[in-house]
């Protein structure tokens, strides 16, 4: 009886045969586009992140450099502002940028702010008594930093 079955090509139609041959291919492309698809976002959540580091640590260089040039100046009242340009989105998505003060338990750093995701850049040449604030978002395409230095201290902002 087994071999009855076997060789029985009644029970099968032609049409049934291939809409489960779409199906079982249907299965195996969607499992391959779904595997590459999980692939490329984790990939763009990776650059999105490396390109939030680069641009913070620019930030923080120029904010440096501003900070050791005042230093090694001995003009008392100094001013210094430099304009820079800064991406409107970073994979997409808009962002703040914020300045955030030395206290004795932490080191001033600039914090770059999107959703749930923050980079920090350690701004390690500030000390406590310079005085750091702003906050920026990237809507703006550009921002500017600030430098004052006179007898009652030295204050950097952003804006």
């Given amino acids: 009886m087994s071999r009855q079955i076997l060789r029985d090509e009644k029970a099968t139609t032609i049409e049934l045969g291939y809409i489960l041959n779409l199906v079982v291919l249907m299965i195996f492309t969607s499992s391959i586009i779904g595997a590459f698809y999980v692939r490329a976002d984790a990939s763009s959540q990776h650059s999105q992140r490396a390109e939030f580091t680069d641009l ?24 210094v502002i430099i304009k820079r340009e800064i991406p409107l989105t970073i994979g997409g998505k808009g ?13 001033a750093y600039v914090v770059l702010k999107e959703g749930n995701y923050k980079s ?15 906050i920026v978002y990237s809507g703006s395409g550009e ?17």
């Fill in 143 to 159: 921002m500017t930093i600030k430098m004052t230095k006179n007898s009652a201290g030295t204050l950097i902002w952003i804006e």
């Fill in 120 to 134: 920090i850049a350690i701004l390690n040449s500030i000390d406590t008594h310079v005085n750091l604030t702003g």
């Fill in 95 to 107: 962002y703040a940028i914020e300045l955030e003060k030395a206290t004795s338990d932490n080191m």
């Fill in 56 to 79: 913070g640590n620019e930030i923080a260089r120029d904010i440096t450099n501003i900070y050791l040039t005042s230093l090694r100046s001995s003009d008392n009242n100094l001013s």
